[in-house]
């Protein structure tokens, strides 16, 4: 795991708990569904992995489906107890 990446963990898990969840989901949602070119580029040449929280099934469906090319640098975590 790298630098980056807990970072990004660690800013999601504050985001999260100081109440602006709302932000937080939408950041994930536009990150996952329309990546910046930049973040494409990341996945490519870093091989980054974005973990995403609390996102709903047919958004993973829908992203799974479109972003086909990018599932490698996915991960889901939907667990039931902190996305409530």
Do not use: H
């Not at 999601?12 to 580029?41: C, D, K, V």
């Amino acid at each position: 795991m790298t630098i980056k990446t807990i970072l990004l963990l660690l800013i999601l898990t504050i985001i999260s708990q100081t109440g602006s969840a709302s932000l937080n989901y939408e950041w994930q949602i536009y990150r996952l569904l329309s990546p910046t070119f930049s973040e494409l580029q990341s996945e490519a040449v870093d091989g980054q992995i974005t973990i995403y929280f609390c996102i709903p099934d047919e958004i993973i469906s829908q992203a799974l489906n479109d972003q086909f090319e990018r599932i490698e640098y996915m991960s889901f975590n939907s667990n039931e107890e902190v996305c409530k």
